[in-house]
């Protein structure tokens, strides 16, 4: 949950965003859970990142829920603020998938695992909804995330596929996955559609962020059959409302997981 000062700080730099500059490259994160680590993006893009308070809330899950040498998905990693966050955690024995449509915004997030010299994590520029090909989808471009549901303003297309159609090919022969983390703009339930089959498998940790427009009740349905505990639970502390709350984070936890033999038999080996 945002503190009084991050509100204050959200609410600063919300005014002061369009007197930022828009050079992109690689920045030192200022303060925080990852500072010193480089981030590749603009101040006008992602100021809250760098200056370290973006996804605090977050940040301290991951820490809780993320092991060492595991394998988890970043979908929707942006410039890559979480998926630098996930990287350490796991080391170099774990591995990190970051997917993320826009190309330019893909590139950046390319750049920041690169100049971190995190060579266990890969960015995919490919988005992830229930297609079972490759499909092109129109989408609004905002910060350089493509967004969903919203009309108005800067358009650009994105491809998406269902990750149950090319995780065995990214895979390479080490196909658990013991946590996802999504933030899709309006495309949560497209999402988690497109990789049913990848949840009944190896059943993830899942913290999933809610975008406005998108149907809850759609999404509990979905995750209540695919075997998940449903409602999820606030990461960024409870909504005085109730309910998923938009733009927040909400973790979802398997009511029953694969069996350990399992996990050590799929899980990653050393990195060479």
């Known amino acids: 949950m945002l503190?009084?000062?991050?509100?204050?700080?959200?609410?600063?730099?919300?005014?002061?965003?369009?007197?930022?500059s828009t050079r992109v490259s690689a920045h030192r994160i200022l303060a925080g859970q990852l500072r010193g680590c480089r981030?590749?993006?603009s101040w006008r893009e992602n100021p809250a990142a760098l200056l370290g308070y973006k996804e605090r809330s977050?940040?301290?899950w991951m820490a809780t829920h993320v092991g060492h040498g595991e394998t988890w998905l970043d979908v929707g990693a942006h410039h890559g603020y979480t998926a630098l966050a996930l990287s350490r955690l796991v080391g170099p024995e774990g591995r990190v998938l970051a997917f993320e449509p826009v190309l330019q915004t893909a590139?950046?997030?390319a750049a920041t695992l690169s100049c971190n010299r995190l060579r266990h994590a890969v960015a995919v520029p490919l988005g992830l909804a229930e297609a079972t090909t490759l499909t092109p989808v129109d989408a609004r471009l905002v910060l350089g995330m493509a967004e969903h549901g919203r009309v108005g303003g800067d358009t650009t297309t994105i491809h998406v596929v269902a990750l149950d159609a090319i995780w065995t090919v990214l895979a390479g022969g080490s196909r658990a996955v013991h946590g996802v983390k999504i933030d899709v703009q309006g495309m949560e339930v497209r999402t988690l559609e497109g990789m049913r089959e990848l949840l009944r498998e190896f059943r993830p940790r899942l913290v999933v962020e809610f975008h406005p427009g998108v149907d809850r009740a759609a999404a509990d349905r979905l995750l209540d059959e695919l075997g998940y505990q449903v409602p999820g639970v606030p990461v960024d502390g409870p909504d005085p409302a109730g309910g998923y709350a938009d733009d927040h984070n909400y973790a979802f936890a398997p009511t029953m997981t694969v069996t350990a033999s399992c996990r050590a038999r799929e899980a990653p080996g050393p990195r060479r």
């Open 3 to 20: 503190t009084l000062r991050d509100e204050l700080l959200t609410g600063l730099w919300a005014a002061m965003r369009p007197l930022l």
């Open 39 to 41: 981030l590749v993006t």
């Open 58 to 60: 977050l940040l301290r």
């Open 107 to 109: 590139s950046c997030l």
